[in-house]
């Protein structure tokens, strides 16, 4: 049977704009699954939760000289694609200050700086970048030495009504997207990077997203993916309510697989159980690159992803141009299509994403401190400041740093904040317990908020 006709036409314009013979085929596959809507659904009834899982704190410490020799076949890859608009920025998300004069890109560098010191290994660390976020960040990072970096791939945006490529002579890059953080895996052989690494006797990755600084080397798990010939490890941690909308692990006909959102049958409501579905993938992720490699020489695509189907319009900023679907895959999936792939448990503190303004004040505060080799401690008292800013004022960095002139409040011993209306920080504010706040309003210097 033919294919239809947009799958042609879209393969073709990627092929004309230079995509790579992996690319292709990971392209075709994902529009082979558009035209099958029920691919990749994943029904609550047809899955079963995963009882055990190995724990982190269970695995023990390699002697220094084994430490050495498998950190020195490791390499660090950091999804740094992110412009973070959505936070109302026009840069790499990862130059955002997380703490005075430091940035996501200074915390990374500075982690495995300190491992490669620690244990005289090599330890590179590579970028995953986007062609906005490439100069930047480089030039960022210039001064720590051994950092390089790939880009990842685009693809074709398709109209929502017949799947062909959209046309936008308006701004014509608008016609393109990237397909999602699964693209790893091609983006890794289309850049020669894959060959790259291998070559240079590389043989795992640590894979985590820039946004996350929980995402340190732990030298247990390498050892472990190594002794254990683990060809793709993903980290895992216990959910909780707020993981209601993240993916969840499973087992399905006999192996593990993560299910999204966006794989969830109309109507199947099981998604949201985390006392049945315990737990939750992370998007750090362990990789045997030579694996990697046996896997794409059967099958230049692989690994198989589920597709994600993600509505849009051909340009964000503007709700009434033309609908399109951009098709992703997320690069956790792979746990579902590669045999002998395993997840760990570990602790929430390696689980840290900065995803809004709400988790960057956090991060900020006093809540956390940054150790000399970069490690972001939390030092608060008790489960943990939970924070809420009023969106509408809040959502955007410039209306964020507006109202919090002289720097966060402690959170150091608040267990949640809510913000709402206009409401103006001033120095050293305190959070103690619970506080609810609304405005407008200008709190002075060194007020404490405690159940109000």
């Avoid at 490669?116 to 030039?139: D, F, I, K, Q, V």
């Avoid at 996350?212 to 980290?235: C, H, K, T, Y």
């Avoid at 099958?299 to 509505?311: F, R, T």
């Amino acid at each position: 049977m033919d294919a239809p006709g947009y799958v042609q036409a879209t393969l073709a314009k990627a092929e004309k704009d230079g995509a790579h013979p992996a690319e292709l085929a990971a392209l075709r596959r994902r529009l082979e699954q558009l035209a099958q809507p029920r691919a990749g659904l994943l029904s609550g009834d047809d899955l079963e939760p995963l009882d055990e899982v190995t724990a982190l704190d269970d695995l023990p410490e390699p002697s220094a000289e084994r430490a050495r020799e498998i950190l020195d076949r490791l390499v660090v890859v950091k999804l740094n694609g992110g412009l973070g608009t959505s936070m109302g920025l026009t840069g790499p998300k990862s130059l955002l200050e997380v703490k005075p004069g430091t940035s996501f890109l200074d915390v990374i560098a500075t982690q495995v700086t300190a491992v490669r010191e620690r244990y005289g290994a090599r330890l590179p660390l590579l970028l995953m970048n986007s062609a906005a976020t490439r100069g930047p960040s480089l030039a960022a990072l210039e001064r720590y030495g051994d950092v390089s970096d790939f880009l990842q791939g685009r693809e074709p945006k398709l109209r929502a009504d017949d799947h062909f490529p959209v046309e936008w002579p308006a701004d014509p890059e608008l016609e393109w997207c990237p397909p999602g953080h699964g693209d790893l895996y091609t983006a890794l052989t289309a850049s020669g990077k894959l060959d790259e690494l291998l070559g240079a006797g590389l043989r795992w990755c640590f894979v985590s997203n820039s946004d996350n600084l929980g995402a340190a080397v732990d030298v247990r798990l390498a050892a472990w993916i190594e002794s254990e010939q683990i060809p793709f490890a993903m980290e895992v941690v216990r959910g909780t309510p707020a993981d209601r909308k993240g993916g969840h692990l499973a087992m399905h006909e006999g192996r593990v697989v993560i299910r999204e959102t966006a794989q969830v049958p109309d109507g199947d409501t099981s998604f949201t159980d985390v006392e049945r579905w315990r737990f939750y993938n992370t998007n750090n992720l362990w990789i045997d690159l030579e694996a990697l490699r046996r896997l794409q020489q059967d099958d230049p695509g692989a690994p198989v992803l589920p597709l994600i189907v993600n509505h849009k319009t051909v340009d964000p900023k503007d709700s009434s141009s033309t609908p399109v679907v951009q098709l992703e895959t997320a690069m956790g999936a792979a746990i579902g299509s590669i045999a002998g792939a395993r997840p760990v448990l570990v602790p929430r503190t390696r689980f840290a994403p900065v995803k809004t303004t709400n988790d960057l004040l956090v991060v900020r505060s006093d809540a956390y401190e940054l150790t000399e080799d970069g490690q972001m401690r939390p030092v608060y008292e008790g489960p943990g400041p939970v924070v809420t800013l009023d969106p509408e004022l809040y959502k955007l960095m410039p209306g964020f740093e507006q109202r919090f002139p002289a720097g966060p409040p402690s959170l150091r011993r608040a267990t949640r904040l809510k913000v709402d209306g206009d409401v103006t920080f001033g120095a050293n504010v305190v959070v103690e317990g619970e506080a609810h706040v609304t405005g407008p309003r200008q709190i002075p210097d060194g007020e404490v908020l405690q159940d109000n």
